[in-house]
């Protein structure tokens, strides 16, 4: 198995949060502690919770829309075929 095959890959972190929740989250993709944020960063995110709700938390830092994943820690799929298999985990 080549070096390029055994990247980890890093998933999202679900989170089950509840009104009254306050949480800090990174948008800067820097904190060691992915997707919550480190003290005294000031590109927090600090929401408050108004709803019970699951949010997709990204914890790899790639995400464009940070501190929610969108998808960036999954490779590219080459081929509909792929996007397919990977859609229906086959």
Do not use: I, K, W
């Not at 055994?6 to 993709?29: H, I, T």
């Not at 904190?31 to 995110?45: H, I, K, N, T, V």
């Amino acid at each position: 198995m080549s070096d390029e095959e055994r990247v980890v890959q890093v998933l999202p972190e679900v989170r089950s949060v509840r009104p009254g929740d306050r949480l800090r989250l990174c948008r800067c993709g820097r904190s060691a502690c992915l997707p919550d944020c480190r003290d005294g960063c000031e590109a927090a995110l600090e929401l408050e919770v108004r709803r019970e709700r699951h949010l997709l938390l990204c914890r790899c830092g790639r995400s464009a829309r940070l501190p929610y994943c969108d998808g960036a820690h999954a490779p590219d799929a080459r081929s509909f075929r792929e996007r397919l298999q990977r859609f229906f985990g086959r």
